[in-house]
């Protein structure tokens, strides 16, 4: 004995609109299973295979990591030092700051929005690399890292970084963003408003 599903009358004449809904559904679901997905994982360090730089350009590259790495560890320590000059002479001419919807053109308004940050005796927090690529050509490079406010991960950041004159990493980008699961007070590198 054979049993023959009959499907619901609704989806036996699919409409365009009904057929929009369900791949916007689908759509929305699978976005949101892809973003939980990544504010969980964290980089993967570089593997080798096809495509993969020769030794000299990995040793050249593993440098530049090694250069970025320790100016962004510098860069988050003017914070620390609330030392405002030496903040802006990691920002190159050319700096965009994304802070929440707003965003900030070249070194002046990056300092108008950070200023804040700078006043009082303590910075509100602080930040670090946990991760670094670097373009092989060696001229650009992107850090990302944990931002902590009273030791609590609250926010990750990007940077990238562009190789300027005087063989100096300057940032050109930098952008802030929530970590899933983090306090409802949201706090970033590069602040808006809530």
Not at 30 to 39: D, I, K, P, Q, V
Not at 75 to 89: C, I, S, V
Not at 99 to 124: C, T
Request: net charge negative.
């Amino acid at each position: 004995m054979a049993i023959v599903h009959e499907p619901h009358p609704a989806f036996q004449q699919r409409t365009p609109t009904m057929h929009f809904r369900f791949c916007s559904t689908t759509l929305s679901i699978t976005a949101s299973a892809l973003l939980l997905t990544a504010c969980t994982t964290s980089p993967r360090a570089r593997t080798e295979g096809p495509g993969a730089p020769t030794a000299a350009a990995s040793a050249q590259i593993s440098a530049a990591d090694e250069q970025v790495t320790n100016a962004e560890r510098a860069f988050a320590q003017t914070l620390a030092n609330r030392d405002m000059k030496a903040f802006l002479a990691y920002l190159s001419p050319d700096a965009i700051f994304f802070s929440g919807s707003n965003v900030e053109h070249g070194p002046a308004e990056i300092a108008e929005v950070w200023a804040p940050f700078f006043s009082g005796p303590h910075a509100p927090f602080s930040w670090h690399p946990d991760h670094v690529e670097v373009t092989p050509d060696g001229h650009l490079a992107i850090s990302t890292g944990p931002i902590l406010q009273e030791d609590k991960v609250v926010g990750r950041f990007n940077s990238v970084w562009r190789l300027e004159e005087g063989n100096t990493w300057r940032i050109l980008f930098d952008k802030g963003e929530a970590v899933c699961g983090a306090p409802d007070r949201h706090v970033s590198r590069s602040p808006g408003p809530d």
